[in-house]
Protein backbone atom coordinates (compact mmCIF):
# COMPACT_ATOMS: atom_id res chain seq x y z
CA UNK A 1 0.00 0.00 0.00
CA UNK A 2 1.60 3.37 -1.00
CA UNK A 3 0.25 7.18 -1.78
CA UNK A 4 1.31 9.56 -3.69
CA UNK A 5 0.62 13.13 -4.70
CA UNK A 6 -0.88 13.76 -8.34
CA UNK A 7 1.47 16.07 -9.12
CA UNK A 8 4.57 14.07 -8.45
CA UNK A 9 2.55 11.20 -10.37
CA UNK A 10 2.35 13.52 -13.26
CA UNK A 11 5.98 13.69 -14.05
CA UNK A 12 6.31 9.87 -14.31
CA UNK A 13 3.06 9.31 -16.54
CA UNK A 14 3.48 9.58 -20.20
CA UNK A 15 1.09 11.91 -21.49
CA UNK A 16 -1.83 11.80 -22.24
CA UNK A 17 -2.52 11.79 -18.24
CA UNK A 18 -6.26 12.16 -17.83
CA UNK A 19 -8.39 10.69 -20.87
CA UNK A 20 -7.83 7.86 -23.24
CA UNK A 21 -8.85 8.81 -26.91
CA UNK A 22 -8.26 5.11 -28.07
CA UNK A 23 -11.22 4.15 -26.60
CA UNK A 24 -14.56 3.72 -28.94
CA UNK A 25 -16.41 6.75 -29.07
CA UNK A 26 -20.50 6.67 -28.55
CA UNK A 27 -22.36 6.50 -32.07
CA UNK A 28 -24.58 9.68 -31.44
CA UNK A 29 -26.77 10.82 -34.48
CA UNK A 30 -26.02 13.74 -35.63
CA UNK A 31 -23.15 14.19 -33.47
CA UNK A 32 -19.51 15.21 -34.96
CA UNK A 33 -18.39 16.31 -31.94
CA UNK A 34 -15.59 14.14 -30.03
CA UNK A 35 -14.57 15.62 -26.46
CA UNK A 36 -11.65 12.80 -26.34
CA UNK A 37 -10.21 13.84 -29.72
CA UNK A 38 -10.58 17.85 -28.47
CA UNK A 39 -8.92 16.23 -25.06
CA UNK A 40 -5.69 15.00 -27.21
CA UNK A 41 -5.57 17.97 -29.68
CA UNK A 42 -4.89 20.41 -26.24
CA UNK A 43 -3.91 17.66 -23.79
CA UNK A 44 -0.75 19.79 -22.40
CA UNK A 45 -3.19 22.62 -21.44
CA UNK A 46 -5.69 20.48 -20.02
CA UNK A 47 -3.11 18.12 -18.55
CA UNK A 48 -1.68 21.47 -17.06
CA UNK A 49 -5.40 22.53 -15.77
CA UNK A 50 -5.97 19.29 -13.71
CA UNK A 51 -2.50 19.20 -11.94
CA UNK A 52 -3.01 22.74 -11.17
CA UNK A 53 -6.75 22.57 -9.39
CA UNK A 54 -5.30 19.12 -7.97
CA UNK A 55 -1.57 18.15 -8.09
CA UNK A 56 -1.52 18.37 -3.95
CA UNK A 57 -3.98 16.22 -3.24
CA UNK A 58 -3.04 12.61 -3.12
CA UNK A 59 -4.47 8.90 -4.11
CA UNK A 60 -3.58 5.80 -2.81
CA UNK A 61 -2.12 2.81 -4.56
CA UNK A 62 -2.00 -0.80 -4.31
CA UNK A 63 1.17 -0.86 -5.78
CA UNK A 64 4.66 0.20 -4.46
CA UNK A 65 6.91 0.09 -7.28
CA UNK A 66 7.03 3.44 -9.57
CA UNK A 67 5.77 1.42 -12.71
CA UNK A 68 3.25 -0.40 -11.24
CA UNK A 69 1.80 2.14 -9.80
CA UNK A 70 1.78 3.88 -12.97
CA UNK A 71 -0.21 1.36 -14.62
CA UNK A 72 -2.54 0.96 -11.78
CA UNK A 73 -3.41 4.88 -11.92
CA UNK A 74 -4.13 4.60 -16.11
CA UNK A 75 -6.12 1.57 -15.07
CA UNK A 76 -8.34 3.48 -12.75
CA UNK A 77 -9.14 6.81 -15.36
CA UNK A 78 -9.51 4.28 -17.94
CA UNK A 79 -12.22 2.43 -15.73
CA UNK A 80 -13.57 5.48 -14.42
CA UNK A 81 -14.16 6.74 -18.29
CA UNK A 82 -15.83 3.52 -19.54
CA UNK A 83 -18.71 4.24 -16.93
CA UNK A 84 -18.52 8.14 -17.52
CA UNK A 85 -18.19 7.80 -21.50
CA UNK A 86 -21.50 7.70 -23.02
CA UNK A 87 -23.05 10.68 -20.42
CA UNK A 88 -20.08 13.09 -21.43
CA UNK A 89 -20.44 11.83 -24.89
CA UNK A 90 -23.96 12.94 -24.72
CA UNK A 91 -23.90 16.15 -22.46
CA UNK A 92 -20.58 17.30 -25.12
CA UNK A 93 -22.78 17.05 -27.93
CA UNK A 94 -25.56 19.27 -26.87
CA UNK A 95 -23.27 21.95 -25.36
CA UNK A 96 -21.78 21.86 -28.96
CA UNK A 97 -25.20 21.93 -30.62
CA UNK A 98 -25.42 25.43 -32.73
CA UNK A 99 -28.39 27.57 -31.78
CA UNK A 100 -29.50 31.23 -31.47
CA UNK A 101 -29.79 31.84 -27.25
CA UNK A 102 -32.36 34.36 -28.19
CA UNK A 103 -34.44 31.98 -30.30
CA UNK A 104 -37.00 29.38 -28.43
CA UNK A 105 -38.60 27.94 -31.59
CA UNK A 106 -37.00 26.25 -34.40
CA UNK A 107 -38.84 24.27 -36.92
CA UNK A 108 -37.30 23.16 -40.07
CA UNK A 109 -39.79 20.04 -41.77
CA UNK A 110 -39.09 19.16 -45.49
CA UNK A 111 -42.00 16.61 -46.35
CA UNK A 112 -41.56 14.79 -49.73
CA UNK A 113 -44.27 13.34 -51.83
CA UNK A 114 -42.94 10.57 -54.42
CA UNK A 115 -44.73 10.48 -57.74
CA UNK A 116 -48.21 9.24 -57.88
CA UNK A 117 -49.33 7.03 -61.14
CA UNK A 118 -52.49 5.49 -61.82
CA UNK A 119 -53.24 3.44 -64.33
CA UNK A 120 -56.43 1.87 -65.70
CA UNK A 121 -56.28 -1.34 -67.86
CA UNK A 122 -59.08 -1.87 -70.03
CA UNK A 123 -59.05 -5.46 -71.34
CA UNK A 124 -60.13 -6.58 -74.91
CA UNK A 125 -63.59 -5.44 -75.88
CA UNK A 126 -65.91 -7.18 -78.18
CA UNK A 127 -69.16 -6.50 -79.69
CA UNK A 128 -71.23 -9.33 -81.53
CA UNK A 129 -74.18 -8.46 -83.61
CA UNK A 130 -76.61 -11.81 -85.04
CA UNK A 131 -78.76 -11.66 -87.64
CA UNK A 132 -80.78 -14.91 -88.31
CA UNK A 133 -81.75 -16.34 -91.12
CA UNK A 134 -84.57 -14.06 -93.56
CA UNK A 135 -87.14 -15.62 -95.93
CA UNK A 136 -89.19 -14.20 -98.74
CA UNK A 137 -91.82 -15.89 -100.40
CA UNK A 138 -93.71 -14.42 -103.34
CA UNK A 139 -97.10 -16.09 -104.18
CA UNK A 140 -98.57 -17.92 -107.36
CA UNK A 141 -99.36 -16.18 -110.82
CA UNK A 142 -99.91 -16.35 -114.23
CA UNK A 143 -98.46 -14.55 -117.30
CA UNK A 144 -100.42 -14.54 -120.41
CA UNK A 145 -99.07 -13.61 -123.69
CA UNK A 146 -101.54 -13.18 -127.01
CA UNK A 147 -100.65 -12.74 -130.75
CA UNK A 148 -102.98 -11.07 -133.03
CA UNK A 149 -102.35 -10.04 -136.56
CA UNK A 150 -104.65 -8.52 -139.63
CA UNK A 151 -105.53 -10.56 -142.85
CA UNK A 152 -104.43 -8.81 -146.50
CA UNK A 153 -108.12 -8.16 -147.40
CA UNK A 154 -109.36 -8.02 -144.15
CA UNK A 155 -109.00 -5.04 -141.85
CA UNK A 156 -110.19 -6.45 -138.60
CA UNK A 157 -107.68 -7.40 -136.41
CA UNK A 158 -108.18 -11.18 -135.26
CA UNK A 159 -106.37 -13.50 -132.59
CA UNK A 160 -104.18 -16.06 -134.32
CA UNK A 161 -102.61 -17.14 -131.01
CA UNK A 162 -102.24 -17.81 -127.21
CA UNK A 163 -99.30 -18.33 -124.52
CA UNK A 164 -99.82 -18.47 -121.21
CA UNK A 165 -97.11 -19.19 -118.39
CA UNK A 166 -98.35 -20.67 -114.78
CA UNK A 167 -95.63 -19.69 -111.92
CA UNK A 168 -95.98 -21.23 -108.73
CA UNK A 169 -95.61 -20.07 -105.41
CA UNK A 170 -91.80 -18.68 -105.03
CA UNK A 171 -89.28 -18.76 -101.39
CA UNK A 172 -86.35 -16.48 -101.81
CA UNK A 173 -84.03 -17.72 -98.41
CA UNK A 174 -80.98 -15.98 -96.68
CA UNK A 175 -78.83 -17.77 -94.74
CA UNK A 176 -78.18 -16.55 -90.83
CA UNK A 177 -74.67 -14.23 -90.54
CA UNK A 178 -72.80 -13.01 -87.48
CA UNK A 179 -71.39 -9.34 -87.35
CA UNK A 180 -68.12 -8.93 -84.71
CA UNK A 181 -66.82 -5.60 -84.33
CA UNK A 182 -63.43 -6.30 -81.75
CA UNK A 183 -61.43 -3.58 -79.74
CA UNK A 184 -57.93 -3.99 -78.82
CA UNK A 185 -56.76 -4.12 -75.03
CA UNK A 186 -56.03 -0.71 -73.81
CA UNK A 187 -54.06 1.09 -70.64
CA UNK A 188 -54.29 4.43 -69.57
CA UNK A 189 -52.04 5.82 -67.18
CA UNK A 190 -52.47 9.33 -65.23
CA UNK A 191 -48.55 10.46 -63.44
CA UNK A 192 -48.40 13.19 -61.04
CA UNK A 193 -44.86 14.58 -60.53
CA UNK A 194 -43.08 14.20 -57.52
CA UNK A 195 -42.95 17.76 -55.43
CA UNK A 196 -41.85 18.79 -51.74
CA UNK A 197 -43.05 20.80 -49.25
CA UNK A 198 -40.76 23.06 -47.41
CA UNK A 199 -41.53 24.52 -43.43
CA UNK A 200 -38.67 26.77 -42.01
CA UNK A 201 -39.70 29.16 -38.70
CA UNK A 202 -37.28 30.28 -36.35
CA UNK A 203 -37.35 32.96 -33.91
CA UNK A 204 -38.61 34.53 -29.93
CA UNK A 205 -42.52 33.21 -30.18
CA UNK A 206 -42.69 35.47 -26.71
CA UNK A 207 -43.12 32.61 -24.41
CA UNK A 208 -39.73 33.87 -22.52
CA UNK A 209 -38.40 37.37 -23.48
CA UNK A 210 -34.78 37.65 -25.25
CA UNK A 211 -33.17 38.92 -22.56
CA UNK A 212 -34.02 36.01 -20.01
CA UNK A 213 -33.08 33.42 -22.31
CA UNK A 214 -30.04 35.81 -22.81
CA UNK A 215 -29.26 35.81 -19.04
CA UNK A 216 -29.71 31.62 -18.99
CA UNK A 217 -26.80 31.58 -21.65
CA UNK A 218 -24.45 33.73 -19.75
CA UNK A 219 -25.41 32.09 -16.47
CA UNK A 220 -24.59 28.23 -18.63
CA UNK A 221 -21.43 29.55 -20.06
CA UNK A 222 -20.26 31.42 -16.84
CA UNK A 223 -20.87 28.07 -14.23
CA UNK A 224 -20.48 25.44 -16.05
CA UNK A 225 -17.13 23.70 -17.99
CA UNK A 226 -17.35 20.14 -19.52
CA UNK A 227 -13.98 19.28 -18.58
CA UNK A 228 -14.24 21.10 -15.38
CA UNK A 229 -17.09 18.86 -14.16
CA UNK A 230 -15.18 15.48 -16.09
CA UNK A 231 -12.17 16.36 -13.73
CA UNK A 232 -14.18 17.23 -10.85
CA UNK A 233 -15.83 13.61 -11.39
CA UNK A 234 -12.45 12.22 -11.42
CA UNK A 235 -11.51 13.18 -8.02
CA UNK A 236 -13.71 12.06 -6.52
CA UNK A 237 -14.32 8.91 -8.19
CA UNK A 238 -10.33 8.28 -7.28
CA UNK A 239 -11.05 9.55 -3.92
CA UNK A 240 -8.24 12.00 -3.68
CA UNK A 241 -7.45 13.81 -0.66
CA UNK A 242 -5.92 16.54 1.12
CA UNK A 243 -2.78 15.58 3.00
CA UNK A 244 -4.61 15.41 6.46
CA UNK A 245 -8.13 14.58 5.23
CA UNK A 246 -7.61 11.17 3.94
CA UNK A 247 -11.28 10.94 3.59
CA UNK A 248 -12.04 13.39 1.50
CA UNK A 249 -14.51 12.85 -1.35
Given at each position: ??????????????????????????????????F???Y?????????F??????????????????????????????????????W?????????????????E??????????Q??????????????G??????????????????????????????????????????????????????????????H????????????????????????????????K?????????????????????
Open positions: MSRMKINELYKLVESPFIFDDSMTYPTIEGNTSNLEYDDHKEEFDRFVHEYGQRYVDFESEESEDIIQEWKDELTSIQRIYLDSARLFYALNVDFNPVYNVEHTTTIYGQDNTDSYGQHQRTSNYSKETTSGARSDTSTAYSVSYDNGTEKETGKQVDALGQQVNTEGTHIDTHTDAAAIDTHTRSQTDTVDRSGNIGVVSATELVKQEIALRRNYSFYNCFLIIINELGAYWDNDPCFL
